[in-house]
């Protein structure tokens, strides 16, 4: 079975200061891995995905990812934080030859001018 | 946009009313999914179809009914339902003749049973 945890409901963090929101995963095999944001009223909007290979993963918006197999983590970065990255944030898995998408509960991004 | 269009936005049904949501996709996409989503909870996977046909159905009450005429479009039929159902439904498509492709989201149908 497929699952994700995402340990923190909140995240805030200072206009300019780096962000972190964590994910963690269990499937069976080798996974892929996505991030979507999501903003109030609207549906999720891919951010970034890791297959293979680098294991930092850059996307959408100045955000990056990294994948670690030993942590089993896919924590989402992004260097300088701006106001505008507030929003709802998902972590989701999927097995290779799988067809679901299993999503985290979600993190909530405060980001404060 | 993402190429996903989910109609209506929002709806108001009484539990003895029958409505359907409808999405449609203009990607060339051959795979899509029906998605719910409450407040505070996780997304809750409903129902999955390849090529028209369907290959996941999570445990869905039968009061919730799915139909792809075609890999363009798919419909979701509500009958009786309960307030508990009161949700956002999403509507995701996604290319699978590629294994790594990820789900493209609709804007979502917000549902309220009263």
């Known amino acids: 079975a497929q699952s994700v945890a995402q340990p923190e409901d909140q995240v805030n963090v200072a206009e300019g200061n780096p962000l972190t929101v964590k994910c963690t995963y269990s499937v069976s095999g080798n996974p892929y891995l996505f991030w979507y944001v999501q903003y109030p009223n609207r549906g999720l909007q891919f951010l970034l995905k890791?297959?293979?290979?680098?294991?930092l993963v850059k996307g959408s918006y100045g955000f990056e990812a990294e994948f670690n197999k030993s942590q089993t983590s896919f924590h989402l970065k992004k260097p300088s934080a701006l106001v505008s990255d507030s929003a709802l944030y998902f972590c989701a898995v999927r097995a290779i030859y799988g067809q679901n998408f299993v999503f985290g509960p979600g993190t909530r991004l405060s980001v404060l001018p | 946009e993402t190429g996903v269009t989910q109609t209506p936005r929002h709806l108001v049904m009484g539990m003895t009313n029958k409505k359907s949501l409808k999405c449609e996709q203009h990607?060339?996409?051959?795979?899509m999914y029906w998605y719910k989503q409450s407040a505070k909870k996780p997304l809750e996977l409903m129902f999955v179809y390849n090529f028209k046909e369907q290959t996941e159905n999570n445990s869905v009450p039968s009061r919730f009914s799915p139909e792809c005429p075609n890999s363009s479009h798919l419909f979701l039929h509500l009958h009786t339902l309960q307030p508990e159902d009161s949700a956002l439904y999403l509507c995701?498509?996604?290319?699978?003749?590629?294994?790594?492709?990820?789900?493209?989201f609709g804007q979502g149908t917000r549902l309220t049973v009263v």
């Open positions: 890791y297959i293979t290979g680098d294991n």
């Open positions: 990607l060339g996409h051959n795979a």
């Open positions: 995701a498509s996604r290319e699978v003749d590629r294994a790594n492709t990820e789900a493209f």
